[in-house]
């Protein structure tokens, strides 16, 4: 039908090779175990159930609220949320709060930090957020925070949520 084919109809035989090369090159890079001394005899089967044994790491998960409450009496921001770890140890909880303000052009911010122990269900953990030098109070709306959270010998974990900040003015 068409006197000339295509590209990749004139290049599929050499990709084919290629990849053929390729594929029997790294079979042969296989590397090949030498035979336990004892061969001829059964090995005895380490699990049973063909389970894989995994090494017992702790983790940990958290779960910041979606509210925030503005405490006018005393002048910080209070954030929530669960923490759940490991039975035994101490978790670090930050979070760090940001609010923009487009009317202004202007943002605040603010940080917080407390440490919950750990318990194999999850705990409810409470941070005030202190607002840096000279910002003041962050106003009701949305705000944006990032919390963090570590167990010593793990890699923290990080969630960033925009929260509803409510005001509270009794407390």
């Given amino acids: 039908m068409y006197p000339f084919a295509s590209r990749v109809g004139r290049f599929r035989p050499v990709l084919l090779l290629v990849a053929a090369i390729t594929l029997g090159a790294c079979a042969a890079d296989q590397s090949i175990t030498s035979p336990s001394p004892n061969a001829s005899q059964p090995r005895a089967q380490a699990n049973v159930d063909g389970a894989v044994e995994m090494i017992d790491t702790p983790a940990i998960l958290i779960a910041p609220s979606k509210t925030g409450v503005i405490r006018l009496k005393s002048g910080v921001v209070q954030l ?3 923490v759940t770890c490991k039975a035994g140890i101490l978790s670090h909880v930050v979070a760090y709060l940001e609010q923009y303000d487009r009317q202004t052009n202007d943002s605040v911010a603010g940080f917080g930090e407390v440490y919950v122990p750990c318990v194999d269900v999850p705990i ?5 957020i202190t607002m840096s030098l000279g910002d ?3 106003q009701r709306g949305r705000a944006d925070v990032l919390f963090r959270a570590s167990i010593p010998g793990v890699n923290a974990v990080e969630v960033k949520r925009s929260i509803r900040l409510v005001e509270d003015v009794e407390n």
Avoid: H
């Fill in 124 to 128: 409810t953990w409470f941070v005030n």
């Fill in 136 to 138: 003041p109070l962050p």
């Fill in 80 to 82: 929530s949320g669960t």
